[in-house]
């Protein structure tokens, strides 16, 4: 912790030395010590809820079984395996690819989250309110209509990247004026790009097939559901990648806060910086919803939930996004498909069904503290 | 201070031979980039050197035609009206904005031959804009002054640096508080404690003083003059002109884009010069003591109110340079 003791004004000699001397004692966070105890008990939550996630379903394994299932495979018998003849391939085929997509989605949508609020130095940015997520699903449909396949099982992918990053770009050139990002143009901005993708949308889907329509629709509400490890392996290296890189960039965000001119003056290409941090968010949030549809508000609730309790500094804010981001979207899945017997309810609709509430109730706690939004 | 006793105070802040040994020392050290800007501001060279410049915006010419240079060793103030172009004098130095002519040289080197980073081992900047998009605390802005240092062998003073530059600018007492939550002056002197922690050689201030009380405006400009006499350069934009007076070795008067005069407080500082430039009239009187120039807009004396009764007074009150100015207070009272 950051305790100081008088350094100024004379050792408390004389009336002006002892009022400098003193320190503020409140608000006090961002010690090295609350950000240790917040990644423990994040890594921690993920294990156990990934653990726990698995186990649950309609062929119900206890938390050591699922754990004597990893373990096996790496050679380790010391955990039982699971009781149920078809626990195991169940848990490898079906349930484990399921819980890691929500993990490698969860770290992208709140690692992007934290990118984009740091690049616009504004806490309202969200992938999805900027119209990427809706800008990439846009993308997808397209290439699901129009039956496009020129790259195999990577084509939605690369689609919803190629319709996110325009849809990033074109908001970040629209809603920038000397060399600042004004709130309301960002917001407004957002509007009209999401309007102009739910009209893409709503053009698919009166163009599509039975099929074609309902995978569009799945699009629109998110799902994990039927996620193959195939689909994991096209997501991690691409989510491995963004969150190295944003990573590194995170000192550069920290400066980019004090604003252009003066991150500038400390040595920070700024444009360049801001450049690398689209593509990279439009690369997280096309791979992330790409196989999974759009999963709204964990970009933003996460970032903000993490920095109010460990403070804004990005290298740690980053690594808490990352985790809880990816908490969240596993236990939101679990619910997802637990909640109502025998039905998978979509992600995005839960996700933003608590995410909505939740942020205001965050808007309007962070209001009433001194430095709110900066 | 005359110009003369100010080359001689430049002349004697580092020695040529001190600079070539820094240099090969880092040169062994193997980091030539931060070789290039650790090395001692050089004597006798300016630190930086604007040579005919002119800025025109959207067909507005804001600087025209000029010529200004700082050495190590001295506090230059410019001064100028409002709009007069002093925070785009400043900007071109710092390279925020691009000149249409001219050249603009820091540390003997063109601006566009400076990398990024390099600049900000070499210059620092405060804005009169000192915000912060989250809150982060002033300790964790202060340490942000240490970002183009990372990774060079001075990044290991990093900790005491900061240390020093929030006792220095007296922000201790909200050292962990969130800048957001600040007073103004709060958060310009935490934003002063960020420029002196990026350790530059040269200070370039942006009306530094404006949200601050006046003991505060003095400490200020007192570690302004403080570094100036440790082998820096200060240039600052001020608009109180006695602040100028008391703390410049020098003075650059801006006016309608063009430098009008520059050379020592005494020199720029007259009434007439000032007058015609701030169309106000203006005296310059002299303190009692340290016989620094004080300047302040010719005020009119109001005649005591006799009666609470009378009528619209006029009276001609007799001004130092002979002629009358006509004051009339206000308005019977009922």
């Known amino acids: 912790m950051t305790r100081v003791t008088p350094t100024v004004g004379g050792d408390g000699v004389g009336a002006g030395g002892s009022l400098e001397a003193r320190v503020d004692p409140l608000p006090r966070r961002a010690g090295v010590g609350r950000r240790a105890v917040l990644f423990v008990v994040l890594g921690v939550a993920l294990v156990v809820v990934s653990l726990v996630a698995a186990g649950t379903g309609q062929l119900a394994i206890a938390p050591d079984e699922v754990l004597g299932s990893i373990l096996h495979r790496i050679g380790v018998t010391i955990w039982p395996l699971p009781s149920h003849p078809n626990g195991d391939s169940a848990l490898w085929t079906i349930r484990f690819p399921r819980v890691a997509m929500a993990v490698l989605v969860g770290a992208a949508l709140a690692a992007s989250g934290m990118i984009m609020q740091a690049i616009f130095g504004n806490p309202l940015a969200e992938p999805g309110v900027v119209g990427v997520s809706s800008g990439a699903a846009l993308g997808a449909a397209a290439t699901i209509v129009l039956g496009l396949n020129f790259l195999g099982d990577w084509t939605i992918a690369f689609a919803a990247f190629v319709t996110g990053l325009l849809a990033t770009l074109l908001v970040y050139a629209v809603s920038r004026a000397n060399g600042k990002t004004e709130v309301v143009t960002l917001v407004l901005t957002g509007i009209a790009v999401n309007a102009f993708a739910g009209a893409g949308l709503a053009l698919f889907m009166f163009l599509a097939d039975t099929q074609s329509r309902e995978a569009i629709v799945f699009w629109q509400l998110g799902s994990l559901n039927g996620s193959r490890w195939q689909d994991v392996l096209v997501v991690l290296p691409v989510v491995v990648v963004g969150i190295a890189v944003a990573l590194v960039l995170s000192r550069r965000f920290d400066l980019l806060s004090l604003g252009e001119k003066a991150a500038r003056h400390l040595g920070v290409n700024v444009e360049a910086l801001r450049i690398v941090s689209i593509v990279l968010v439009a690369l997280l949030v096309g791979g992330a919803v790409a196989f999974v549809g759009i999963i709204a508000f964990v970009g933003l609730v996460i970032p903000h939930l993490m920095r109010m309790i460990i403070g804004p500094a990005h290298l740690p804010l980053l690594i808490a996004s990352t985790l809880g981001g990816a908490v969240l979207l596993v236990a939101a899945d679990l619910v997802a498909r637990t909640a109502i017997p025998m039905a998978d309810l979509p992600i995005g609709l839960l996700t933003s069904l608590i995410g909505g509430p939740f942020f205001f109730w965050l808007l309007r706690r962070t209001r009433k503290k001194a430095g709110g939004w900066g | ?334």
Request: glycine share 8%; proline share 6%.
């Open chain 2, 1 to 334: 201070m005359s110009v003369f006793s100010r080359r001689a105070a430049t002349a004697s802040v580092e020695s040529p031979e001190f600079v070539g040994m820094a240099g090969r020392e880092s040169a062994i050290i193997g980091d030539s980039m931060a070789g290039a800007t650790d090395a001692p501001l050089g004597s006798g060279e300016p630190a930086l050197r604007v040579q005919r410049a002119s800025v025109e915006i959207g067909g507005t010419r804001i600087l025209d035609d000029v010529s200004f240079d700082a050495a190590p060793g001295e506090v230059v103030a410019l001064i100028g009206p409002n709009g007069a172009g002093k925070s785009t004098l400043l900007s071109v130095v710092t390279g925020d904005q691009a000149v249409t002519t001219g050249a603009v040289e820091i540390a003997g080197r063109p601006l566009a031959d400076w990398s990024l980073r390099e600049l900000g081992r070499r210059r620092a900047v405060l804005q009169q804009q000192n915000g912060v998009f989250f809150p982060f605390t002033v300790r964790e802005v202060v340490a942000m002054g240490r970002a183009p240092w990372q990774g060079t062998p001075r990044d290991a003073d990093d900790d005491r640096v900061v240390e020093e530059s929030i006792a220095l600018t007296e922000t201790t007492r909200f050292r962990d508080r969130p800048l957001p939550s600040l007073s103004g002056g709060e958060r310009a002197r935490a934003s002063l404690a960020r420029i002196l922690a990026q350790e530059t050689g040269i200070l370039l201030l942006d009306e530094p003083t404006a949200a601050l009380d006046l003991r505060h405006q003095e400490d200020v400009l007192r570690i302004a003059r403080d570094r100036a006499r440790a082998g820096d350069c200060v240039v600052v934009v001020l608009h109180d002109l006695s602040l100028a007076a008391a703390y410049a070795d020098r003075i650059v008067l801006i006016s309608a884009g063009r430098v009008v005069a520059d050379g020592a407080p005494d020199a720029v500082l007259t009434p007439a010069l000032l007058g015609s430039v701030y169309e106000v009239e203006v005296e310059v009187i002299r303190h009692p003591v340290t016989g620094t120039a004080i300047v302040l807009p010719r005020r009119a004396t109001e005649p005591a109110i006799e009666s609470p009764k009378h009528a619209a007074t006029t009276a001609a009150i007799p001004s130092e340079s002979g002629e009358s100015m006509c004051v009339s207070t206000l308005e019977e009272t009922p």
